[in-house]
């Protein structure tokens, strides 16, 4: 039977621009059609920008790779359209179990705020996930939309002009070129785009070998996530279990540094470790197995005239966390409404550089969370071991210790503070819905508010009067009018409100708060949508 | 006023506390010594709990402090 990740989804088929007497020019060209890339096409699609995304491959990943996915991320899918099969597939889960040497020594829970649409995490093979946004993308093109999947289409030689890129591609019918106005790099860590370029990419260096393997089996674990420090079955080291749809279980075993790849690689080897850890009576199929080293490293720019890099292509964490594609949607859910703007013409090509600012903000929050996280897995120094332990031993006595256990910071959305496009805060309201952080969701009802603040700047009123369209220098902000009424629960009045009796919030297309007041104010939203829009 | 790292005589019963010190880690190994060390230090660390505080400890013990 093949699996899903050997099957062609978007096979290679000559297209008419490869017999074109001349490059043909597009609007947006995204490379690699991974999570990343086909997030940032089918954003622009669905708004009515032309966008084709280019892939070496024709197939979804191999293997289940990135395997976490955490809320935010899933609320970006859902403004995608594709939000709903990924959770219907994947596995929920927020019981946490961490042992030491041959204890247990807690467990956590999660315990997901209630009135959010969406759970923290789901687990979902990476695979499952690239195939439903390709079913996004097919939905779209039978809509009418403007995108295309060309596989086996490797960009070979990238020509960057202060007004396009021009792009050399080979095919398994030869090469041809293209032209775009704009291009999207989301060809992954090792970005062959960021190579021809020449652009830099430097960080930590983290010398230790992962072995991945993804088991199917019928066991009795639970749905939960174990990590293992310093284990009996893998001695001086970490390990891992996690659950993912279809019986398939991630395992995580760290190697250490001085090993042979290769061999270590061979079935042969793996089983005995696999056995060592499951015990012998364990029956299972090895599905994927896989090793990986890791840097935390970022590019020094993201934006670099009309090329923009996006996901791991322009940064990489370990992945404790699971802070890899969970940053990669962010990036592309910051950057398409901006680009979008830019492209109509109703703002300034200098909007971008925000798309630069607040990423980088983005990737170092990460890249310091996951190299803290790697640390305190993999300590590389005897006194850091030493505490690593010293954590541990207490944690199965006393609770103060269990907060500073290290097995992974789990992705959290990145709130933009600092950025030029917040308005200085005018409300005495809650932290958590500052200017910059993401809207958290509120249930309506039946319904949540989150989805009602997709793809277009929204005036966000609570118990407030405002214009129900303002139209300020070519953007037009539609408002939404609530009331704390409308959540009997009262999560909105404690997210966006906290004491006060109302409040009005300027949201922008990536559902960020760009201004908050505790009433309408003309001159001060209208500043704050110019602001927002790199207008002033 | 920023909260100040208390440096003067603080411990009530100094000879004594200094005495109990050595007898925890009396028998013990080089290797447990150090790790009792590691988990005295985090106890007393949640303690404290106030992070100015705490860096201002550490800059203290690394004999960075100015006096």
Redesign the interface.
């Known amino acids: 039977m093949n699996k899903i990740f050997e099957v062609p989804m978007y096979p290679y088929e000559r297209h008419a621009d490869q017999d074109a007497s001349a490059p043909v020019r597009h609007k947006v060209i995204v490379i690699g059609a991974g999570p990343i890339g086909l997030g940032a096409a089918i954003d622009l699609a669905q708004q009515g920008i032309e966008v084709v995304v280019l892939d070496d491959n024709d197939k979804v990943s191999f293997g289940s790779r990135a395997i976490c996915f955490a809320k935010r991320p899933l609320e970006i899918l859902d403004r995608l359209g594709c939000g709903q099969p990924m959770v219907d597939k994947g596995v929920q889960w927020n019981v946490g179990k961490v042992f030491f040497d041959e204890r247990e020594v807690y467990e956590f829970n999660l315990l997901d705020e209630e009135g959010h649409k969406r759970p923290a995490f789901i687990n979902l093979q990476q695979y499952y996930f690239e195939e439903y946004m390709v079913h996004r993308v097919r939905q779209l093109q039978a809509e009418g939309a403007p995108i295309e999947i060309r596989g086996r289409n490797k960009v070979s030689a990238i020509g960057t002009h202060p007004d396009h890129v021009t792009i050399e591609i080979d095919t398994p019918e030869g090469s041809y070129n293209l032209e775009a106005d704009w291009m999207i790099a989301c060809d992954g860590a090792a970005s062959p785009t960021r190579s021809m370029l020449g652009l830099d990419f430097v960080g930590r260096v983290f010398e230790d070998n992962f072995l991945i393997a993804d088991v199917i089996m019928e066991a009795d674990f639970p749905t939960e996530r174990w990590f293992w420090f310093d284990p009996p079955f893998n001695k001086g080291q970490s390990a891992l279990l996690h659950k993912q749809p279809d019986g398939v279980w991630r395992i995580d075993l760290q190697l250490g540094w001085d090993i042979d790849k290769e061999r270590e690689k061979r079935p042969e080897n793996v089983i005995p470790r696999l056995k060592a850890m499951l015990g012998d009576d364990v029956e299972f199929e090895l599905e994927w197995v896989s090793i990986y080293t890791f840097q935390c490293r970022r590019m020094e720019q993201f934006r670099h005239g009309r090329v923009l890099f996006a996901g791991d292509a322009a940064h990489q964490v370990s992945p404790f966390g699971a802070r890899g594609a969970n940053s990669g949607l962010q990036d592309t859910d910051n950057l398409c409404w901006k680009l979008k703007l830019v492209m109509e013409g109703k703002a300034p090509e200098s909007l971008l550089d925000s798309y630069d600012a607040e990423r980088i903000h983005g990737a170092d929050e990460n890249i310091l969370n996951s190299s803290r996280s790697t640390d305190f897995i993999t300590p590389k120094s005897e006194t850091s071991r ?2 690593r ?3 541990l ?2 944690s199965e006595q ?1 609770e ?2 269990r907060p ?1 256990v290290n097995s992974g910071r789990l992705s959290v959305p990145c709130t933009y503070d600092g950025s030029h496009l917040n308005s200085a805060d005018a409300l005495a309201g809650p932290e958590k819905t500052r200017p910059g952080s993401s809207c958290p969701d509120a249930p309506l009802g039946d319904e949540f508010l989150l989805p009602k603040l997709a793809d277009r700047f929204t005036l966000l009123t609570i118990d407030a009067d405002a214009p129900d369209i303002i139209e300020e220098s070519g953007i037009t902000v539609e408002r939404l009018a609530l009331s704390v009424k409308d959540d009997k629960t009262l999560a909105l009045k404690e997210r966006y409100l906290g004491d006060l009796d109302s409040g009005v919030y300027l949201i922008r297309p990536d559902q960020h708060v760009a201004a908050r007041r505790p009433s309408y104010d003309e001159n001060q939203f209208r500043a704050a949508i110019r602001r927002v829009t790199g207008q002033e | 006023m920023t909260d100040q790292l208390t440096l003067s005589p603080n411990i009530e019963g100094g000879d004594d506390f200094y005495a109990e010190l050595l007898a925890t880690h009396e028998g013990l190994s080089k290797a447990d010594s150090d790790a009792l060390n590691a988990r005295l230090i985090l106890v007393l660390a949640n303690q404290i709990g106030n992070r100015e505080i705490l860096t201002q400890a550490l800059a203290a013990a690394a004999l960075k402090t100015e006096v």
């Open positions: 030493l505490f332990d010293a954590v031993d207490l006393f103060f210790a500073l």
